[in-house]
């Protein structure tokens, strides 16, 4: 099922909040005064490590899945991920009672082929380039039927992922406070080109900002180029970052993000500690781009922004092999 | 100040909420259906590694500084501690404009010296034996007339302590649910005298477990005594639970806990890895202690209990030795 482009807006959004509403957690919002003390502003964190699979992608696949008629459902769905996108398509397949199949590299490692099939869907392991994954994919839509979910190049895991950011809005209002400004990681574009739609649709004014890997930062050369510029050979830390940026979410991101602000690895490990250590929050270092942007001198430059909104988007690292021990 | 055995009951602890009200965090509490599935029975985390200084220890130091008159306020507080009683009493104190003085061993991490200083505190060092740590108190309070707050025995800690658990019976009915059982680390007993006053209060019916490891488990021996035996050389990963049951603590734990569960380091670092892996809470091992007391055989045993509240003590690990990292 494939949306023509304008069908994609801020009422989507509003739509896939209903959709997962009591599927999805509504993770909690948390704030930590020394980080806010070295942000210089006070930093709202939308806490998509607690979500379920432990990141925001559940969202997107429960929007996706939930949307297709009976009929497309009883086929199941369909993905090529090794990421937190198999596990979120898996587990809201799993809900819905419709088969999912993952199609995953024969490099992907056991542990996250063990989650995916701990979830009960069937993984179909593929040579690891892309060629053999679409070909694969390809093999399997015609044996079954099933519909293919894209990570990220798809209308509804788009307004699915917006939701985080709805909510933040809403928790944050509850708290008495408002944001000027949000930042997320990107990746994909999903969970930005989502987060656009859900900001500028409560209020237009406030300021949208990605925080981006410089070793994948195709991004932040689009919008400095004003077309759009696929990845080459991404080198970076945040593993969940190294997708291109989907036409989708570009053609969103054009249009509603003021600025992509590329930070080092050096800086999203740096920031990633900061948030186990000061703010015991367990995140993923793709989940620390978002609060390395804020903490770099060109987001710092903007004085007039006093309360950021930060969407943590996940929380799945391996604990064996932490990013600031040499020796693991 | 000394108050009267009497004096602590379920209306000091309720007198204490009141008195930390606005000052400490109302912390979130979790829950993870990963983990109820292994243990058996729902599990609701109460999660003060997210409370002020990473630990459940600066309610009862907000609470015992907070009550202090005007005139012993003004000549400070004193303790001696180098672990969270420390920062908690220093951020108390200086929330409440007052001087503190904390004695610390020679030995103590830099860190965490520097942390307490961070606070506003003065550190005093002494040689690290019990004789040097409680003489330099005494100089100390001679000079300055500070009041000495004891980490754990002394009615206003207690009462402060008992608060978490107050908060979590809030909570979980806030959530639709109620708790038949609930489980706390003992080290000095603070924490567990406090949650035996708030949980008998609510509900004499609730049943009170604690969970200890075998290498401090001076409160599982003095429960099967029916005396208290003061620790010694104790040795386990959970470096919080170091020290001996204080006499107050043991009065009120006695009438009210219904066991005491040993568990060895293994359960505690596997309980803390299932924490951070599953559920992504960033707990020290201490906090890991009640969970692995709900996973041991002896609480297993239980069929009638369906669901526990959990306190996670805290969070402030060393980042850079995680207990199952063999290399670090």
């Known amino acids: 099922m494939r949306m023509d482009a304008s069908a994609i807006d801020f009422e989507a959004v509003q739509q ?84 999912a199949f993952i ?26 380039t892309l060629v053999a994954r679409e070909s694969t994919a390809n093999e399997v839509k015609a044996r079954t039927g099933a519909t293919f979910i894209h ?27 408002a944001l000027d400004s949000v930042v997320t990681p990107v990746g994909g574009g999903g969970l930005l080109g989502g987060t656009c739609l859900a900001t500028h649709g409560v209020d237009p004014s406030i300021r949208v900002f990605a925080g981006e890997p410089v070793g994948a930062d195709d991004a932040a050369r689009s919008f400095a180029a004003g077309t759009l510029i696929p990845q080459t050979k991404p080198n970076t830390i945040a593993d969940g970052l190294l997708t291109s940026l989907g036409q989708r979410n570009w053609t969103i991101i054009r249009q509603h993000v003021e600025d992509v602000v590329t930070v080092s690895d050096d800086e999203i490990i740096s920031a990633m500690r900061l948030l186990w250590e000061r703010a015991k929050l367990l995140v993923e270092p793709s989940s620390a781009v ?30 064996n092999r932490l990013p600031w021990l040499s020796n693991s």
């Open 16 to 99: 896939a909040a209903r959709t997962i509403n009591g599927i999805a957690h509504r993770t909690p919002v948390m704030t930590c005064s020394a980080i806010d003390e070295v942000a210089g502003r006070r930093v709202f964190f939308k806490c998509e490590n607690f979500q379920k699979v432990g990141a925001f992608k559940f969202r997107g696949a429960v929007n996706a899945v939930n949307r297709l008629s009976a009929d497309e459902a009883a086929n199941g769905v369909l993905t090529h991920s090794s990421g937190n996108h198999a596990q979120a398509l898996a587990l809201a397949a799993r809900r819905r009672g419709i088969p």
């Open 103 to 128: 199609v995953m590299p024969s490099t992907a490692p056991s542990v996250k082929r063990a989650a995916v099939e701990g979830y009960g869907a069937e993984v179909i392991v593929c040579e690891p």
């Open 290 to 319: 978002a609060l390395a942007a804020v903490l770099n001198d060109r987001f710092r430059q903007h004085n007039d922004l006093h309360s950021v909104g930060v969407i943590l988007s996940g929380g799945n690292v391996d604990l």
């Open 151 to 177: 990570p990220y190049d798809n209308d509804h895991v788009i307004a699915g992922q917006g939701t985080a950011m709805l909510e933040l809005f809403e928790q944050v209002a509850g708290l008495g406070a």
